[in-house]
């Protein structure tokens, strides 16, 4: 049996290559996205009462991540892209059906001269991604007490100190430095990479060079590309 599936809308945001961007949605709360709605799908009955929620689920493709080979086992970056776990345990990209699924917070319902266009927070995913479904996250059944971490309660509080000089931030235009820096904070290099080596994050439309010792990062540069 075949199933279709369609994309019904799109998210902007202010990454346009994966490097940088968050590991987990929520993790860097000022990360800002816009969705814009598909025209059959952009009616304003269809939005009727998600006001109400402040929290929606995206479900969307990890459109980069494409392969053509099933692979059971993924080697999760923050535990130092060297140790392999069946990929069900993780939220890696290479998935059978590339499905990713993020919380982020709805700041606002907006008609814009896209359509109805849904503003939300805590992004953790690359612009111009096709987004299949959006849902409201309903604490009652969506939060639970009781639920284990995993892997994950060791490597979730991993941090990097950001020396960002002042010069080079105010490059930046305000309304984007805290999340640029909770990017930084975030470590957005690969795991295995070794301190002392310089790296470039495209964010904003910026490029902005690093390197890190000793979990300081050091920002070296900041150039506009656009």
């Known amino acids: 049996m075949n199933y279709d599936l369609k994309p019904i809308a799109k998210i902007y945001t202010d990454f346009d290559e994966k490097f940088g961007i968050?590991?987990?949605s929520g993790r860097v709360a000022s990360l800002t996205g816009k969705i814009v709605f598909e025209p059959e799908f952009n009616d304003i009955n269809a939005f009727r009462g998600l006001e109400k929620f402040n929290y929606i689920w995206l479900i969307f493709d990890f459109s980069l991540a494409h392969r053509d080979k099933f692979s059971p086992t993924v080697r999760p970056p923050r535990l130092g892209g060297n140790k392999r776990v069946g990929v069900f345990a993780t939220r890696s990209p290479f998935r059978p059906n590339n499905l990713g699924l993020s919380s982020v917070?709805?700041?606002?319902?907006?008609?814009?001269?896209d359509g109805i266009c849904l503003f939300v927070s805590g992004v953790d995913i690359l612009s111009g991604t096709p987004?299949?479904?959006v849902k409201p996250?309903?604490?009652y059944s969506d939060c639970h007490a009781d639920a284990t971490e995993g892997f994950t309660e060791e490597t979730k509080?991993?941090?990097l100190k950001v020396n960002f000089p002042s010069e080079l931030l105010e490059i930046i235009p305000e309304n984007k430095r805290r999340a640029l820096i909770g990017c930084l904070e975030d470590d957005p290099r690969p795991s295995y990479a070794e301190d002392?080596?310089?790296f470039a994050m495209k964010f904003a439309g910026f490029d902005v060079e690093?390197?890190?010792e000793n979990f300081n990062l050091n920002v070296l540069s900041v150039k506009r590309l656009r």
């Open 22 to 24: 968050p590991r987990q």
């Open 210 to 212: 690093f390197v890190v």
């Open 196 to 198: 002392g080596k310089e």
């Open 131 to 133: 987004i299949f479904d």
């Open 157 to 159: 509080n991993y941090s």
């Open 105 to 113: 917070k709805l700041e606002k319902i907006e008609k814009t001269p």
């Open 137 to 139: 996250y309903v604490p």
